[in-house]
């Protein structure tokens, strides 16, 4: 019985929820099943320890002690989004040249995605960095769902949603009755399947209101250009009176103190994720300019966007 090698990358600050999921549910396999169904081993662009978005660290080898691998996941975390090694993005277009079934865990999609091997295919992240993935890639087919997998590649949105992810590879490999046992080893009663929505602020808000989440989806989906408080509450048929009720009922808060907040939110994420001026950023959230994006986001934050950017960088 052939024996698949699964290497993982770590990029520094790598989610280890992610990667213990993941090698847990290799792990299990090959316990249920009785055989060695799969190997795996740890590898980085920079071998030596490398420290987990927890502070832990693990030994990691080269790039070139993987050998012959058929999976590679690349397991990403916080600040993957700054992290760029041409000899790490060359090694990977190799391997997937070789036929690997190559992805990421968590935000590793961004080191995937700047790689090139995402275009043509969908791909996820943590609905976290949707807004930075999105702006950064924009070409590519990204959803935000729990994980993808199409053809040769996967991506899934971190956490527990990596166990999901494996459970399914070890049901395409091994079968149905194998990835159950698996699942249950972990008293996991439902494997998430491709495609799933990555729980989200809007369908935590159902549980509600439904107009109050159909309130916050349209305003999601107008961050640029943001609609009139009055023409959300025409098109979910209601008052705006009833719409100011929903959301100071519910949320303690007015319906566009709320919007704006949306909107400020996605210009912090911008200013943490990207590179992109202040001006464009403002641009993108529905603000008139870097003026009232300064002003509007001071009031929230303290500071000034800019500050804010540095200081991120900083820690």
């Known amino acids: 019985m052939q024996t698949d090698h699964v290497v993982f990358v770590l990029i520094p600050r790598f989610s280890l929820l992610a990667l213990s999921a993941s090698v847990e549910a290799l792990r299990a396999a090959n316990a249920v099943s009785g055989h060695p169904l799969y190997r795996w081993s740890l590898v980085a662009a920079a071998p030596g320890p490398v420290t987990s978005s927890s502070g832990l660290a693990l030994e990691a080898e080269s790039l070139e002690t993987a050998g012959a691998a058929t999976v590679v996941a690349v397991c990403g975390g916080e600040r993957s989004h700054t992290y760029a090694d041409p000899d790490l993005r060359s090694w990977l277009r190799r391997i997937a040249a070789s036929g690997a079934l190559v992805g990421a865990l968590s935000d590793g999609s961004y080191v995937v995605a700047d790689s090139g091997l995402f275009d043509g295919v969908r791909s996820t992240i943590h609905w976290h960095c949707l807004d930075s993935y999105r702006e950064r890639f924009p070409r590519l087919d990204i959803r935000a769902s729990v994980f993808e997998l199409d053809r040769r590649r996967f991506s899934c949105a971190g956490g527990t949603s990596a166990l999901d992810l494996m459970l399914t590879l070890v049901q395409q490999h091994h079968g149905e009755d194998l990835a159950a046992a698996v699942a ?30 159909d309130a916050a989806r349209l305003m999601t989906a107008h961050l640029e250009n943001p609609l009139p408080i009055a023409e959300i509450a025409r098109r979910l048929d209601i008052s705006g009176r009833h719409l100011d009720r929903l959301f100071r009922r519910h949320l303690e808060t007015a319906p566009g103190r709320y919007y704006r907040g949306l909107r400020l939110e996605r210009a912090r994420h911008l200013l943490i994720q990207t590179g992109l001026p202040i001006a464009e950023i403002a641009a993108a959230t529905g603000f008139a300019s870097s003026a009232h994006l300064a002003r509007c986001f ?10 804010h950017r540095l200081a991120s960088r900083a820690r």
């Open 184 to 213: 249950d080893n972990y008293i996991h009663d439902h494997i998430r399947e491709a495609g799933s929505t990555q729980v989200s602020a809007v369908l935590q808000l159902r549980r509600r209101s439904g107009r109050l989440a």
């Open 298 to 307: 001071r009031q929230a934050h303290g500071c000034s966007p800019r500050t």
